[in-house]
């Protein structure tokens, strides 16, 4: 009977726990140096970038108001950054100008600001002395008189007239029964401008008590209409189908009342 001895080799297995507790190190360190380039980032990205100047500014404008001039009334210079600037704020300056119907501000973290103006719209225009001298004053579909024009120009005689307003001034707003009248207005100078050509005034007569009548004159005729203080397409539509019916008529009604939704008129008798 032999007997079998099995030698421990206590070198190697030290050895291996060596290798083993280096590779241990080794992962700790890394791990160590992971967390710290992870921190870094964090504090640069959340508590550095927040306070460095925005690296991009987005302005979308339009024709009127130039990039400096909105940079300018915003407040946004070149230390302007992500928490410096207040998004309310910089809206409510800009939509404050005169030219600005509304304003879009959105800032994107970390760097980057985007301005959004939406110009205001011309819905018709008004004649008006400034300075002793006549020149138009265009009005949007809020009713802001907003900004003064050049008699005859191509921009000016693609919108009807307002008249039988007093001491118009720029910023000054129209009444509010007459904002509908505005809206449509500018309504239909985007869906049917070759209905709203047909049309070269309208004149605002306030009534004795309470409210206001309007008064069209049409470009290619000599009768007069009266409506109630809005105009709409279709009431525009039916005018002109009705005014065609004297075209070629020898007696016609100086002015036709549409008040009271259907038209009527007198025809005065020749003498």
Same mark, same amino acid.
């Given at each position: 009977m032999s007997t079998d001895y099995y030698?421990?080799?206590?070198?190697?297995?030290?050895?291996?726990?060596?290798?083993?507790?280096?590779?241990?190190?080794?992962?700790?360190?890394?791990?160590?140096?992971?967390? #710290?380039?992870?921190?870094?980032?964090? #504090?640069?990205?959340? #508590? #550095?970038?927040?306070?460095?100047?925005f690296s991009t500014i987005e302005v979308h404008g339009f024709s009127g108001l130039q990039r400096t001039e909105i940079l300018s009334i915003a407040g946004i210079d070149e230390t302007s950054s992500f928490f410096s600037v207040n998004t309310a704020v910089i809206r409510d300056k800009l939509s404050s100008h005169i030219l600005v119907e509304s304003a879009v501000v959105i800032k994107r973290f970390p760097d980057r600001l985007s301005i959004f103006l939406n110009p205001r719209q011309p819905a018709a225009v008004t004649l008006t002395n400034i300075n002793s001298v006549q020149v138009p004053v265009f009005v949007d579909r809020n009713g802001v008189f907003f900004k003064i024009g050049q008699i005859g120009s191509a921009e000016t005689v693609n919108y009807p007239v307002l008249s039988g307003i007093e001491n118009v001034q720029l910023n000054m707003r129209l009444p509010s029964a007459l904002i509908p009248l505005v809206e449509n207005l500018c309504h239909m100078g985007t869906s049917s401008p070759e209905l709203l050509s047909s049309i070269s005034e309208i004149r605002i007569e306030r009534k004795v008590w309470d409210g206001f009548d309007l008064v069209i004159y049409p470009v290619h005729s000599s009768i007069k209409v009266r409506v109630e203080n809005n105009l709409t397409e279709d009431t525009l539509r039916y005018m002109l189908l009705m005014l065609n019916v004297f075209d070629n008529d020898i007696q016609k009604p100086q002015e036709i009342d549409f008040r009271s939704g259907m038209g009527s008129y007198k025809i005065k008798e020749q003498s």
């Amino acid at each position: 009977m032999s007997t079998d001895y099995y030698c421990i080799d206590s070198e190697n297995i030290n050895n291996k726990k060596k290798s083993a507790g280096k590779i241990e190190k080794g992962l700790k360190r890394l791990l160590i140096i992971a967390a #710290v380039i992870f921190l870094a980032q964090l #504090v640069w990205l959340f #508590v #550095v970038s927040p306070f460095i100047p925005f690296s991009t500014i987005e302005v979308h404008g339009f024709s009127g108001l130039q990039r400096t001039e909105i940079l300018s009334i915003a407040g946004i210079d070149e230390t302007s950054s992500f928490f410096s600037v207040n998004t309310a704020v910089i809206r409510d300056k800009l939509s404050s100008h005169i030219l600005v119907e509304s304003a879009v501000v959105i800032k994107r973290f970390p760097d980057r600001l985007s301005i959004f103006l939406n110009p205001r719209q011309p819905a018709a225009v008004t004649l008006t002395n400034i300075n002793s001298v006549q020149v138009p004053v265009f009005v949007d579909r809020n009713g802001v008189f907003f900004k003064i024009g050049q008699i005859g120009s191509a921009e000016t005689v693609n919108y009807p007239v307002l008249s039988g307003i007093e001491n118009v001034q720029l910023n000054m707003r129209l009444p509010s029964a007459l904002i509908p009248l505005v809206e449509n207005l500018c309504h239909m100078g985007t869906s049917s401008p070759e209905l709203l050509s047909s049309i070269s005034e309208i004149r605002i007569e306030r009534k004795v008590w309470d409210g206001f009548d309007l008064v069209i004159y049409p470009v290619h005729s000599s009768i007069k209409v009266r409506v109630e203080n809005n105009l709409t397409e279709d009431t525009l539509r039916y005018m002109l189908l009705m005014l065609n019916v004297f075209d070629n008529d020898i007696q016609k009604p100086q002015e036709i009342d549409f008040r009271s939704g259907m038209g009527s008129y007198k025809i005065k008798e020749q003498s």
